[in-house]
Structure formats: C-alpha cells, structure tokens
C-alpha cells in the first residue's frame, strides 16, 4: 500500500505543479528570471546576461528524474555508490549531447534538444551498466541488474522530460501548430483548450510570428502524458515488473514522439520526418525487441522508505543541489535574448 501512496501523492503534486504552469508560463514576464549587470556601457546602462525559467524548469527536471531513480533503485536495495556512479556516466554522456546533437540536427548554436540526448542514453545507458557491472563491481559493492536499471532510467527521463516541458512553456519553444490551420475536427477541440504566448522575445515569437495566436498545446499535452506514463511505470517497478516498465515508459514516450512532431510548427530540421523522428522511432524498435531478452531481474520485495530514505543521505542531498546549480548554470544563461539594465536612487527615500 505504501507504493501507492507514494505515487498518488506524486501525481497530485505534480498535477498541481502542471496545471499553474500551464496557466502562468507563457505570459510575457515568465521568461527572464533574472538579468545581471555585467558591463557598463558608454550610455551609462548595464549590459545585463539573462537567467531564464527555461534553466530553472531544466535543472528542476534533471534533479527531480535523478532523485527518482535513486529512490527506485534505493526501494529495490541496489547500494548508494552504484546508483552514483551509473548516474554520473549517463548524466555525463546526456547533457552535453543535448546541445551536441541540436547543433548537428538544426544547425544552431543555441539549441537544446531532449530527444538528441535520449538517443544518446539509448546506445550509452546498456554498454554503461555493462561497464560497472564488468569493470566496477568489486568496487561499488554488486552488480546492477540490468532489466531494473534501464527501467528505472526510462522512469527517471519520463518523469524528468515530462517536468522538462515547463521550460519550453516558458522560453516559447518546442510549440504547437496554430490552432486555425488544423483540421476542423481538431480545431473544434483546441479551440477550448490552447496556449496563447506573449512576448516578443519568446521563441515562438521570433521565429514562428504566433505570440498572441492559439496554438496546439503540444508542451502541455506531452508534459501530462510523460508524468502519467513515469508514474504508472514506477508502480510496476515498485511490484518487480521492470520490464514492463521499461517497455511502457520508454516505448510510450517514444511513439509520442513520433506522433506530436507532426502537430509542432517550430523547426526540425530539413525532411518530412525529421531526424528526431527517426531516433525515436530507432529508440523505440530497440526497446521492443531487446526489453524482452533482458533476464527475470529477481530482486527484494521493493520498499518504498528505504528508497525516500537515500534521499536524506548528507551526501545525495549536496550532489542534487550541485546538479540543480551546474545545469540552471549551463542552460539557463540566454545567448539568443539580451538586457540593458539601468540603476537610480529614490530620492524621496534618501
């Protein structure tokens, strides 16, 4: 009963947490968080860098997947110092090909993607759980069960990238068709339910001319299907069905994938389908066929305390807030917006 508990209390929070984001982040002042003064110029106003909520919702979303798979694996008695060390080599491997593969894909400098570094986990997470178990187990104490560990991978992405989607409603990006070009029967639906951006310096703004038109709300719908898939995913998990789990949290996320491309108007790349498309599609044929050869994972009954109980460890706490500050560091610092930034004193008040 106390892993149903566990995942209900997460999905009312997070229902919570989604629907005020839905409602708040694609008005004009939730994009730049902060501006910071870093120049002067000859006028006397500051050049200012820009923190975005882009940075913040990312590095929310890294930090809350990762603390969910430490919570799984932790239920399921796989020691702290494994989970570390496969956590530090696919973080190590997936964040930087966010940008890289973005940049090969788009031809832009300045561009994140999800779907590049999925692909990346894809073909880095097995061969990575292969090294600790061949190379490292004598160090990190066992081995990791292979079936168990993917699951709680795709968990973790799931719910992180679900989370994620929060930042594309914030910058503007990843978005939907206009709500007046789809066909009419879908235009009777997204007419009551849309999003309608404001501000010149979202990216919808910029690059698609849609700030104040309804559009498909592809970010939220996918930010609800992700967190909905993690969820049902973790409670097979929690009962020892991990590949199932992979197969629903992975394979689901993937063919969404594949299927929302067709209703986002921001751009992908050159082609009808577009490379993510076909990692996706790629991504999703691997896990079919190779969830079912993984061997019967036979693990302890999982419990849910002993895993919340890493989260307390001195430790873990320290790690998630050090991941929380590099990633807000590294893709919340705008290059595609800038400010000027002006002080003066209040005299009335002097």
């Known amino acids: 009963m106390a892993n149903e508990i566990f995942v209900l209390a997460m999905a009312a929070c997070l229902a919570g947490v989604l629907g005020w984001g839905f409602r708040t982040?694609?008005?004009?002042?939730?994009?730049?968080?902060?501006?910071?003064?870093?120049?002067?110029?000859?006028?006397?106003?500051?050049?200012?860098?820009?923190?975005?909520?882009?940075?913040?919702?990312?590095?929310?979303?890294y930090t809350v997947g990762l603390a969910m798979m430490i919570v799984l694996l932790g239920a399921v008695h796989i020691p702290l110092r494994s989970i570390v060390v496969i956590a530090v080599l696919i973080l190590?491997?997936?964040?930087?090909?966010?940008?890289?593969?973005?940049?090969?894909?788009?031809?832009?400098?300045?561009?994140?993607?999800?779907?590049?570094a999925v692909f990346a986990a894809v073909l880095f997470v097995p061969t990575a759980l292969w090294f600790?178990?061949?190379?490292?187990?004598?160090?990190?104490?066992?081995?990791?069960?292979?079936?168990?560990?993917?699951?709680?991978?795709?968990?973790?992405?799931?719910?992180?990238?679900?989370?994620?989607?929060?930042?594309?409603?914030?910058?503007?990006?990843?978005?939907?068709?206009?709500?007046?070009?789809?066909?009419?029967?879908?235009?009777?639906?997204?007419?009551?339910?849309?999003?309608?951006?404001?501000?010149?310096?979202k990216k919808i703004a910029y690059e698609g001319g849609l700030e104040g038109e309804p559009v498909i709300p592809i970010q939220g719908i996918t930010a609800v299907?992700?967190?909905?898939?993690?969820?049902?995913?973790?409670?097979?998990?929690?009962?020892?069905?991990?590949?199932?789990?992979?197969?629903?949290?992975?394979?689901?996320?993937?063919?969404?994938?594949?299927?929302?491309?067709?209703?986002?108007?921001?751009?992908?790349?050159?082609?009808k389908i577009s490379a993510y498309q076909i990692m996706a599609l790629l991504g999703a044929v691997l896990t079919l066929v190779g969830a079912p050869a993984l061997p019967a994972d036979r693990l302890p009954h999982a419990d849910i305390a002993a895993g919340l109980a890493l989260l307390w460890h001195p430790g873990v706490i320290i790690w998630l807030q050090g991941l929380w500050l590099l990633t807000f560091l590294y893709t919340g610092r705008s290059v595609v917006t800038a400010a000027t930034v002006s002080f003066h004193v209040h005299r009335d008040v002097v």
């Not at 994009?31 to 882009?54: D, V």
């Not at 930087?96 to 788009?106: D, G, I, Q, T």
């Not at 990190?140 to 709680?152: D, K, N, Q």
């Not at 991990?242 to 996320?253: D, K």
């Open 25 to 61: 982040l694609p008005r004009e002042n939730w994009q730049i968080a902060a501006a910071i003064p870093i120049a002067k110029e000859s006028s006397g106003h500051w050049r200012g860098l820009n923190l975005t909520y882009y940075g913040f919702f990312q590095a929310s979303a």
């Open 92 to 116: 190590t491997c997936c964040i930087p090909a966010s940008k890289l593969v973005a940049r090969l894909v788009e031809r832009k400098q300045a561009t994140f993607t999800v779907g590049g």
């Open 132 to 201: 600790v178990n061949r190379f490292l187990a004598f160090w990190v104490g066992t081995v990791i069960p292979i079936a168990a560990g993917l699951a709680a991978t795709a968990i973790a992405y799931a719910l992180g990238e679900g989370i994620g989607r929060l930042a594309c409603v914030s910058f503007g990006c990843c978005y939907g068709k206009p709500v007046s070009s789809v066909p009419p029967r879908l235009r009777g639906v997204f007419a009551r339910c849309n999003f309608v951006f404001a501000g010149g310096t």
């Open 225 to 271: 299907l992700y967190v909905a898939l993690a969820l049902l995913s973790s409670l097979l998990f929690l009962h020892g069905q991990y590949r199932t789990a992979l197969g629903v949290a992975f394979i689901g996320t993937q063919l969404w994938r594949m299927v929302s491309e067709v209703l986002r108007a921001d751009y992908r790349g050159g082609g």
